[in-house]
């Protein structure tokens, strides 16, 4: 799944292969077995999780005030004495302002697709188990958010709202629920179709229980799958949003928010004007990896 | 045919409804009321109140909105806070810089990617199936406007040869068909390309590679047909599922250029979008995200329609 836009493209259904022994363990122990023979799963996982270690350990990193000002040390190049990745354009250290960075750059990218999961999965799968009124309901008013390309949507709606970090997460939470909902709702009534289903239903068995034990083990997959390949997409759109000036406000070290004010020194210090940029790169690339891997290994077919 | 491209363009009707709510209801998340946005602080409230009476906003919601529906309608977007001009007018012009720019990236990433896809589907060396994936990847994962400056930073500033930003020379505000703006496209051109040039190319790629293991395929080989005239039957079977993707793309490409116009300065939607917020031109901010996404929507219909069309496989039910 690629970004539109970034992108939020669906490509086509997703096919779900039934397995009734829902979320049976072997099952996700043969999805761990195969992510953990997939090199460049294992590659980009350590990459990730060293930047998100990184982020969280940051205070404790011996590392330079990142909001410390100098008018005397501004825009040194890359390989300075005690700023060996330079210095912005308050003179600020670079290396820690990127390091910092992570903090806010991951945050905001990753919390809206995980609110837009719970919130849009759920709704998908209660619009697509329960169907009729409830569907049209539900599947209709995501239409309504299909109808704005999603950078659109993000921008007009922060725009609207005004900078700041939970504006930010709010408008993106928004965008990303549309799309899972559609994903969830069109799995969740395939796998709704199947036999074990019914079988369950004349067992006298409640709804909550087919949907948790029944519906839930096989839609899961497909749901997270999507999801993950979404969260390149929101890191894209959050660092845009603060390179625009909707999202986080100076001074606090974020990437796009970097990208943006290091803007002035691209005649004087090109390189380190760009490397903002870099660490989203790498990031969204992981992300994107990690999640065509976890396609792979769960055997989901989009 | 027609009666099924009648039935979508009903069936727009209610999601075209939400839509205009939704756009309507932009202005009422804003923090504070409308009005607060263009008077100062300590304006008295008496001119408050004049002003609120004069836009309206002193009705209740529903009244309001059915009040700016009716005057939506009929193709009046309001003026504009900032510059006093109409926004219908400010709209239309941008809007036309926009789609240039749109129209360039798409069939540069439209032809790359069919290029790129079909001849890693066909490849039989992994390399070159490998380089083109890592395109697909990068071009999918690369934040564009990041791209947009390094493009800038290489070109317009270590190498001099492409202008950094703007439309034209100095104080062209519209497109006209020279060298001198044909020049300003360049590095916005390729730098909104870069998606769809990753999107299309991946699904170029699979979809041909999936046609390609048909059996019409090899009947066609065993009937002795020649590679290039095999090509065309495999590209003409992979075409509509393409076509559809680069449409949607295209789509996005419109709604979605704001962060390369920004970089650019190109007097767009997107950069017009982005001003306006700034401002607070609230009437600006609604008319734009209104007509992109009306836009965006028939847009979307046409893909749909084409697509039907074009593949006699998709039932028209």
Same mark, same amino acid.
């Given at each position: 799944?690629? !970004?539109?836009?970034?992108?939020?493209?669906?490509?086509?259904?997703?096919?779900?292969?039934?397995?009734?022994?829902?979320?049976? %363990?072997?099952?996700?122990?043969?999805?761990? %077995?195969?992510?953990?023979?997939?090199?460049?799963?294992?590659?980009?996982? +350590?990459?990730?999780?060293?930047?998100?270690?990184?982020?969280? +350990?940051?205070?404790?990193?011996?590392?330079?005030?990142?909001?410390?000002?100098?008018?005397?040390?501004? !825009?040194?190049?890359?390989?300075?004495?005690?700023?060996?990745?330079?210095?912005?354009?308050?003179?600020?250290?670079?290396?820690?302002?990127?390091?910092?960075?992570? %903090?806010?750059?991951?945050?905001?990218?990753?919390?809206?697709?995980?609110?837009?999961?719970?919130?849009?999965?759920? !709704?998908?799968? !209660?619009?697509?188990?329960?169907?009729?009124?409830?569907?049209?309901?539900?599947?209709?008013?995501?239409?309504?958010?299909?109808?704005?390309?999603?950078?659109?949507?993000?921008?007009?709606?922060?725009?609207?709202?005004?900078?700041?970090?939970?504006?930010?997460?709010?408008?993106?939470?928004?965008?990303?629920?549309?799309?899972?909902? %559609?994903?969830?709702?069109?799995?969740?009534?395939?796998?709704?179709?199947?036999?074990?289903?019914?079988?369950?239903? +004349?067992?006298?068995?409640?709804?909550?229980?087919?949907?948790?034990?029944?519906?839930?083990?096989?839609?899961?997959?497909?749901?997270?799958?999507?999801?993950?390949?979404?969260?390149?997409?929101?890191?894209?759109?959050?660092?845009?949003?603060?390179?625009?000036?909707?999202?986080?406000?100076?001074?606090?070290?974020?990437?796009?928010?970097?990208?943006?004010?290091?803007?002035?020194?691209?005649?004087?210090?090109?390189?380190?004007?760009?490397?903002?940029?870099?660490?989203?790169?790498?990031?969204?690339?992981?992300?994107?990896?990690?999640?065509?891997?976890?396609?792979?290994?769960?055997?989901?077919?989009? | 045919?027609?009666?099924?491209?009648?039935?979508?363009?009903? @069936?727009?009707?209610?999601?075209?409804?939400?839509?205009?709510?939704?756009?309507?209801?932009?202005?009422?998340?804003?923090?504070?009321?409308?009005?607060?946005?263009?008077?100062?602080?300590?304006?008295?409230?008496?001119?408050?109140?004049?002003?609120?009476?004069?836009?309206?906003? *002193?009705?209740?919601?529903?009244?309001? @909105?059915?009040?700016?529906?009716?005057?939506?309608?009929?193709?009046?977007?309001?003026?504009?806070?900032?510059?006093?001009?109409?926004?219908?007018?400010?709209?239309?012009?941008?809007?036309?810089?926009?789609?240039?720019?749109?129209?360039?990236?798409?069939?540069?990433?439209?032809?790359?990617?069919?290029?790129?896809?079909?001849?890693?589907?066909?490849?039989?060396?992994?390399?070159?199936?490998?380089?083109?994936?890592?395109?697909? $990847?990068?071009?999918?994962?690369?934040?564009?406007?990041?791209?947009?400056?390094?493009?800038?930073?290489?070109?317009?500033?270590?190498?001099?040869?492409?202008?950094?930003?703007?439309?034209?020379?100095?104080?062209?505000?519209?497109?006209?068909?020279?060298?001198?703006?044909?020049?300003?496209?360049?590095?916005?051109?390729?730098?909104?390309?870069?998606?769809?040039?990753?999107?299309?190319?991946?699904?170029?790629?699979?979809?041909?590679?999936?046609?390609?293991?048909?059996?019409?395929?090899?009947?066609?080989?065993?009937?002795?047909?020649?590679?290039?005239?095999?090509?065309?039957?495999?590209?003409?079977?992979?075409?509509?599922?393409?076509?559809?993707?680069?449409?949607?793309?295209?789509?996005?490409?419109?709604?979605?250029?704001?962060?390369?116009?920004?970089?650019?300065?190109?007097?767009?939607?997107?950069?017009?979008?982005?001003?306006?917020?700034?401002?607070? *031109?609230?009437?600006? $901010?609604?008319?734009?995200?209104?007509?992109?996404?009306?836009?965006?929507?028939?847009?979307?219909?046409?893909?749909?329609?084409?697509?039907?069309?074009? *593949?006699?496989?998709?039932?028209?039910?």
């Amino acid at each position: 799944m690629a !970004l539109q836009s970034p992108s939020l493209d669906i490509g086509g259904a997703v096919l779900v292969t039934p397995k009734p022994t829902a979320g049976g %363990r072997g099952y996700w122990q043969s999805v761990g %077995r195969r992510l953990r023979r997939d090199p460049v799963t294992l590659v980009c996982a +350590a990459i990730l999780i060293l930047l998100v270690l990184a982020s969280i +350990a940051a205070p404790y990193l011996y590392l330079a005030d990142p909001y410390k000002t100098s008018m005397i040390r501004r !825009l040194y190049p890359l390989g300075s004495p005690n700023h060996w990745l330079g210095t912005d354009e308050l003179g600020r250290d670079m290396f820690a302002r990127l390091i910092y960075g992570g %903090r806010l750059s991951l945050f905001m990218g990753v919390t809206p697709v995980v609110c837009a999961l719970l919130i849009g999965g759920s !709704l998908g799968i !209660l619009a697509g188990f329960v169907g009729g009124k409830t569907n049209m309901a539900i599947m209709r008013i995501m239409d309504v958010f299909y109808a704005f390309p999603s950078v659109l949507l993000a921008i007009s709606l922060s725009g609207a709202l005004g900078a700041g970090t939970e504006n930010t997460l709010l408008s993106l939470t928004l965008v990303f629920i549309p799309p899972i909902c %559609r994903v969830s709702e069109s799995v969740t009534t395939q796998v709704r179709g199947f036999d074990f289903v019914d079988a369950a239903k +004349a067992s006298g068995a409640s709804a909550f229980t087919i949907v948790r034990v029944h519906v839930l083990g096989n839609v899961l997959g497909p749901i997270l799958v999507y999801a993950t390949s979404l969260i390149s997409v929101a890191i894209i759109l959050a660092a845009g949003l603060s390179f625009l000036g909707l999202g986080v406000k100076p001074p606090e070290p974020e990437w796009g928010l970097m990208l943006n004010t290091l803007r002035q020194a691209i005649y004087v210090n090109p390189v380190l004007a760009a490397l903002p940029g870099v660490m989203i790169f790498i990031t969204s690339i992981c992300f994107n990896l990690m999640s065509d891997g976890l396609r792979a290994a769960m055997d989901v077919k989009a | 045919m027609l009666l099924y491209a009648l039935r979508r363009l009903i @069936y727009l009707v209610p999601v075209a409804f939400g839509v205009s709510l939704l756009v309507f209801a932009l202005v009422h998340l804003a923090p504070g009321d409308p009005i607060s946005a263009i008077v100062p602080p300590d304006a008295p409230k008496e001119v408050v109140d004049k002003l609120k009476e004069y836009y309206g906003f *002193d009705k209740p919601l529903p009244v309001q @909105y059915l009040r700016w529906l009716g005057v939506t309608l009929t193709g009046d977007l309001g003026t504009s806070i900032g510059t006093g001009r109409s926004v219908a007018t400010e709209v239309g012009s941008a809007f036309g810089n926009t789609i240039i720019l749109a129209i360039a990236a798409t069939l540069f990433a439209f032809t790359l990617a069919v290029i790129l896809g079909t001849s890693a589907a066909y490849a039989k060396s992994r390399i070159v199936d490998r380089l083109v994936t890592l395109i697909s $990847l990068i071009g999918v994962s690369v934040p564009h406007f990041w791209l947009a400056i390094v493009l800038v930073i290489i070109f317009a500033v270590e190498l001099g040869v492409l202008p950094p930003m703007g439309i034209g020379p100095e104080n062209s505000t519209g497109w006209t068909f020279d060298r001198a703006h044909l020049a300003h496209m360049v590095l916005p051109t390729i730098a909104l390309s870069v998606i769809p040039l990753g999107v299309v190319t991946r699904t170029v790629r699979s979809t041909v590679k999936e046609t390609l293991s048909m059996e019409f395929v090899t009947a066609l080989q065993a009937k002795g047909m020649r590679d290039s005239r095999i090509l065309l039957h495999v590209l003409k079977n992979a075409a509509p599922t393409c076509l559809a993707v680069m449409g949607l793309q295209a789509g996005n490409l419109i709604g979605g250029s704001i962060l390369i116009e920004t970089v650019f300065a190109w007097p767009g939607t997107g950069f017009l979008l982005n001003s306006a917020i700034f401002r607070r *031109d609230l009437p600006i $901010l609604q008319g734009t995200t209104l007509v992109l996404a009306g836009f965006f929507m028939l847009l979307n219909l046409t893909v749909d329609i084409i697509q039907t069309m074009v *593949d006699p496989r998709i039932k028209r039910g």
